[in-house]
């Protein structure tokens, strides 16, 4: 039997729909093994099941499908570049934040706050 959706996970899928946008059209390459490929997907470090850094983002940059999906996320490169880019307390500051307990979230405004960033990201990037 298939489990319905419910009224969250739309506005769950809203904001991770726009916040995933966001994050591949910034960065536009993969973090972990810098290639450009088209198919970028939005990569977690800490995994997108912590809501405390779900939508981080310095936790979360484009990855490649084979560094994401088939290497689990390089977490030892992804380790690597966020020491480089952010410092290591930024690093450890996100590996704590997954035992924070987040019980409620406002997707739809994550969602609307993400759609408006992309596009003016979109707009930005095209007067270049």
Partial sequence: MKKEKTRAWYKKNWADVWFSRFIRERDK???TCDTTSTKLQC???VPRQYLATRYSEINNHAQCYACNMLYGGQPSKYSLNLIR?????????LENSR???????DY???GDEYKLKYEQLVKENNEL
């Fill in 43 to 45: 990569g977690h470090f």
């Fill in 108 to 110: 739809k405004r994550i």
């Fill in 85 to 93: 880019d952010y410092g290591q307390d930024v690093v450890t500051n």
């Fill in 29 to 31: 390459r993969c973090y």
């Fill in 99 to 105: 035992h924070l307990i987040i019980r409620d979230m």
